[in-house]
Nanobody
């Protein structure tokens, strides 16, 4: 079992920055990738960014060049640095972890609100 705890959401003006963090505990050796999804009201869930244990990153087109996902090592928290935020980035952001056995874990979600 892997437990994920997120922090760092909040309210920010357009053009501002926020950093989300997600700490994993439990069977962290079973994780092979971590990342973030988001869900805006009335919208489908969207993959924002993902990073593998080897450091390979994937980003949604909508956040490329503005968001950076990072993780020092497989035992470290994963961070999402969000810059030049836009109102359309407003959503609940969920941390996730993919396991080697193809199961996954989710965090409780953290609200990000960008005002115009």
């Amino acid at each position: 079992q892997v437990q994920l705890v997120e922090s760092g959401g909040g309210l920010v003006q357009a053009g501002g920055s926020l950093r989300l963090s997600c700490a994993a505990s439990g069977s962290i050796f079973s994780i092979n990738a971590m990342g973030w999804y988001r869900r805006a009201p009335g919208e489908q869930r969207e993959l924002v960014a993902r990073i593998t244990n080897g450091g390979k990153t994937t980003y949604a087109d909508s956040v490329k060049g503005r968001f950076t996902i990072s993780r020092d090592n497989p035992k470290s928290p994963v961070y999402l640095e969000m810059n030049t935020l836009k109102p359309e980035d407003t959503a609940v952001y969920y941390c996730f972890a993919n396991m080697w056995d193809r199961t996954g874990s989710w965090g409780q979600g953290t609200q990000v609100t960008v005002s115009s």
